[in-house]
């Protein structure tokens, strides 16, 4: 089979591999859709501490079922069938230490990941590993939802980790800083899962944020580029400030101007990381102990985010079809990679 294999940054390679056999507790998958996004494009750059190559990356990744291992019905209570059609969460948690028996699966501390330590989705078979059984963490797709849109289920659970976290209640004014695919579902997460009111989305890229305000429909877009971030909230809430402020985007800045435009008692997601060599920002103590700002971070999902990610896709709460703006063949993978280096696309999946 063909299988995209990491060896070092930037060595990156479409090779052939011997189709996997599952184990009697582990699960085969044929992949019909795994989704990149940008952390699949700092793998290819830069690697990732955790990532012991080689190794097969991807990890949004929706399949159907060809074979399943001997023991899995005995041993995690399940009834997997050839054929059922399934998607499979990214950060898989131990189960057992104690931030996963407080239920605070996200931040496991013994957390794994698809496409890290366990081989990804960008192959045309993989396996689903024991330890993804055990936390119930290969969910049934929908019948009406697709392939595609489910590998979109693992981003967008991301972003129900965060929203929960914040508490956006009914007419909330929320800024969303980064025009990218995870900044539309913070969109539409917010506005009709937790129908919060006026919405604002910022960018420093003024083609990618008509692009997507043109798909996500914000109420108001911001170039950051061209203006001053904060006046122009000020300026759109009255003088109030932004109930909720997401930063979906790796910057520094965002994360400063965040604090600085939120509205009192206002709730700030640090959501998109900073790079690890260049992390530290400045942050007026003063705004937030007077304005009672709480700030949160927000680290990847739960398996229970992904099943609520797929329930929002299927009932139409959180429509993700037309977020998928490119489905590229395994064969053209590393066209896929530039797209999303590019910033051109919204989603783009790969379909083995």
């Known amino acids: 089979m063909k299988a995209l294999r990491f060896y070092a940054p930037e060595d990156v390679r479409l090779e052939d ?12 998958i044929r992949v019909r859709s795994c989704s990149t996004c940008g ?3 700092k793998i290819f750059n830069n690697g990732h501490q955790n990532l012991s190559p080689p190794r097969t990356i991807g990890h949004e990744i929706a399949g159907e079922v060809v074979e399943v291992g001997a023991d899995v019905a005995a041993r995690f209570g399940t009834d997997w069938q050839v054929g059922d059609r399934v998607q499979v969460i990214a950060a898989v948690p131990c189960g057992e230490c104690h931030e996963c028996r407080k239920g605070w699966m996200a931040v496991c501390e013994n957390q794994t990941s698809m496409g890290y330590q366990y081989e990804g989705g960008f192959a045309e078979y993989m396996i689903v590993p024991a330890q993804v059984l055990k936390v119930d963490g ?5 019948e ?16 129900i980790n965060a929203q929960e976290l914040l508490g956006i209640e009914e007419g909330d004014v929320v800024v969303v800083f980064g025009a990218g695919p995870i900044g539309c579902m913070h969109i539409r997460l917010a506005r009709g899962v937790h129908k919060a009111g006026k919405i604002i989305l910022v960018d420093v890229n003024a083609e990618r944020l008509a692009m997507s305000a043109a798909a996500a429909h914000p109420d108001e877009t ?3 580029s061209q203006v001053d971030v904060v006046e122009r909230v000020r300026e759109l809430t009255g003088g109030r400030g932004a109930d909720v ?17 939120a509205a009192r008692n206002g709730r700030i997601s640090f959501f998109g990381g900073l790079p690890k060599n260049d992390p530290v ?15 949160h971070g927000a680290n990847g999902s739960a398996p229970e985010h ?9 009932t139409g709460q959180v429509p993700v079809s037309d977020l998928i703006t490119h489905r590229i063949p395994l064969e053209d993978v590393m066209s896929a990679f530039e797209l999303v280096r590019s910033g051109t696309a919204i989603k783009v999946t790969v379909e083995p």
Do not use: W
């Not at 591999?17 to 085969?28: A, L, R, Y």
């Not at 992904?306 to 299927?314: F, H, T």
């Open 17 to 28: 591999q011997p189709e996997p056999t599952p184990g009697p507790d582990e699960v085969k």
């Open 39 to 41: 952390t699949d494009v």
């Open 138 to 142: 290969l969910n049934r797709i929908p």
């Open 144 to 159: 009406n939802v697709g392939f595609a849109e489910a590998s979109a289920a693992e981003p967008l659970a991301c972003a």
């Open 222 to 224: 911001i170039d950051a």
């Open 245 to 261: 402020v997401i930063t979906a985007t790796a910057a520094k800045v965002a994360q400063t101007q965040a604090v600085a435009m």
């Open 281 to 295: 920002i400045e942050l007026d103590s003063n705004v937030v102990h007077y304005r009672q700002l709480h700030i």
């Open 306 to 314: 992904n099943r609520r990610a797929l329930e929002y896709i299927s």
